[in-house]
Nanobody
Framework: QVRLVESGGGLVVAGGSLRLSCAASGRTFSSYTMAWFRQAPGKERDFVAYISWSGGSTYYADSVKGRFTISRDNAENTVYLQMNSLKPEDTAVYYC????????????????WGQGTQVTVSS
């Protein structure tokens, strides 16, 4: 069982930055691929980025590539999403998710989810 708690969301002006954090419970954090997804009002939940269990592999959605960076600290059981050059279209609830030993951008492959944190980017 893995419990995920996101933090760091908020309101930012376009062009600004935010850093999201996701704290995970459990002793096997280093066995899980960690990912960020987001869901805007009235839209489906979309993949943002994932990082492999070792941190050696990352993958990003085209819409955030070059602006967002995912990282993890296995000693602290935490995954981060550094978001730079934010745009109004980045406005969404951002969710942290965990999948054991699986590299995927598909939400169905992730077994554990956080409650989400709101990110709002004003123009």
């Amino acid at each position: 069982q893995v419990r995920l708690v996101e933090s760091g969301g908020g309101l930012v002006v376009a062009g600004g930055s935010l850093r999201l954090s996701c704290a995970a419970s459990g002793r096997t954090f280093s066995s899980y691929t960690m990912a960020w997804f987001r869901q805007a009002p009235g839209k489906e939940r979309d993949f943002v980025a994932y990082i492999s269990w070792s941190g050696g592999s990352t993958y990003y959605a085209d819409s955030v590539k070059g602006r967002f960076t995912i990282s993890r600290d296995n000693a602290e059981n935490t995954v981060y999403l550094q978001m730079n050059s934010l745009k109004p279209e980045d406005t969404a609830v951002y969710y942290c998710a965990a999948a054991r030993m699986t590299l995927s951008f598909k939400s169905a492959m992730y077994s554990y989810w956080g409650q989400g944190t709101q990110v709002t980017v004003s123009s």
